[in-house]
Nanobody
């Protein structure tokens, strides 16, 4: 069983920054790509960013490209999402997830098999 625990969410003013972390249990973290998704109230869960097993390839939704950076530390079993220049429309519950494969780039939620409980990000205008 794999457990993913997100942290780092909070309330921030527009233009501010937050860094989300996702700590994973288990010894096979480095074998899998990871991703971040978000879900705003009343809306579907959508892809934000993904990273392959080594961290050498990253992928972003157009809405966050240039503002968000995904990274990972396989020695610490942790994936990060650095969020800069935050906008009110970034307000959502943010989830990390483990992909079923190593290569990454997957934007479809169904390709991820383990999910965290989410961390709330609220951006005030």
């Amino acid at each position: 069983q794999v457990h993913l625990v997100e942290s780092g969410g909070g309330l921030v003013q527009a233009g501010g920054s937050l860094r989300l972390s996702c700590a994973a249990s288990g010894r096979t973290f480095s074998n899998y790509a990871m991703g971040w998704f978000r879900q705003a109230p009343g809306k579907e869960r959508v892809f934000v960013a993904a990273i392959n097993w080594s961290g050498g390839s990253t992928y972003y939704a157009d809405s966050v490209k240039g503002r968000f950076t995904i990274s990972r530390d396989n020695a610490k079993n942790t994936v990060y999402l650095q969020m800069n220049s935050l906008k009110p429309e970034d307000t959502a519950l943010y989830y990390c997830a483990r992909n079923k494969n190593a290569q990454g780039g997957e934007r479809v939620a169904g390709t991820y098999d383990y999910w965290g409980q989410g961390t709330q990000v609220t951006v005030s205008s």
